[in-house]
């Protein structure tokens, strides 16, 4: 039997760095590997669950910004025909009053005829 010689002085700084990084070791292992198969599951739940919420409120912050677009697109392009139209009309009535041209009577006459039939 081989008897064990005490750690002389030169290996007894070696043996205590070697003991505190095995500390260390563990300590690491303890924080980021589960213990448990319970525990890993909890994680990834929380982890799914996270994932899901941050998800769905991109999904809703995209829409909302879509349908906003549209919704501004729409509302800008009915303002302009309206600001189109009521431009056409106080131009049409300027020259049949000011002017007396009765042939844009007519014109405005035929344009709600066919705007009638259309609806």
Not at 17 to 42: G, H, K, N, S, Y
Request: charged share 30%; net charge positive; no cysteine.
């Amino acid at each position: 039997m081989t008897q064990e010689k005490p750690p002389s002085d030169s290996e007894q700084p070696q043996q205590e760095i070697l003991q505190r990084q095995t500390q260390a070791m563990e300590r690491l292992a303890d924080q980021f590997a589960p213990t448990t198969v319970e525990e890993e599951e909890r994680r990834v739940a929380r982890l799914a669950r996270a994932f899901g919420r941050v998800g769905t409120r991109m999904a809703l912050l995209i829409g909302l910004f879509v349908g906003g677009f549209e919704a501004f697109q729409r509302l800008y392009e009915s303002w302009e025909m309206r600001s189109a139209a009521q431009d056409y009309a106080a131009v049409g009535s300027e020259i049949f009053y000011k002017e007396n041209n009765p042939q844009i009577k007519k014109i405005d006459f035929k344009n709600r005829r066919n705007t009638r039939k259309r609806q």
